[in-house]
């Protein structure tokens, strides 16, 4: 059973940084995109940023210049850095994998960033 644990969530000043992880464990194989995604209360689960196998990123324009994705294909892994954090970052942040063999997305469980003004 294929399991996505997020880290490194927590409470944060404005202005400040947070470094969040994702881990796969279980059998998965075979992962071409792997991403992070957010939702603020009341608002719909939003893409924040992803990172293809290759290497190539995107960002939502709200986070350009502030975040950045990286991952450790090795270890299964997704990273996010977080700099410069607003109130309005303040989500539960998701991590996301897709695999190319399954043709399964797979999402993590979430992890609260709290950014106070």
């Known amino acids: 059973q294929v399991q996505l644990v997020e880290s490194g969530g927590g409470l944060v000043q404005a202005g400040g940084s947070l470094r969040l992880s994702c881990a796969a464990s279980g059998s998965i194989f075979s992962i071409s995109a792997m991403g992070w995604y957010r939702q603020a209360p009341g608002k719909q689960r939003d893409l924040v940023a992803r990172?293809?196998?290759?290497?190539?990123?995107d960002y939502s324009d709200s986070v350009k210049g502030r975040f950045t994705i990286s991952r450790e294909n090795a270890k299964n892994t997704v990273n996010l850095q977080m700099n410069s954090l607003k109130p309005e970052d303040t989500a539960v942040y998701y991590c996301n994998m897709y695999s190319r063999r399954s043709g399964i997305y797979y999402w993590g469980k979430g992890t609260l960033i709290t950014v106070s003004s």
């Open positions: 990172i293809t196998i290759g290497g190539s990123t």
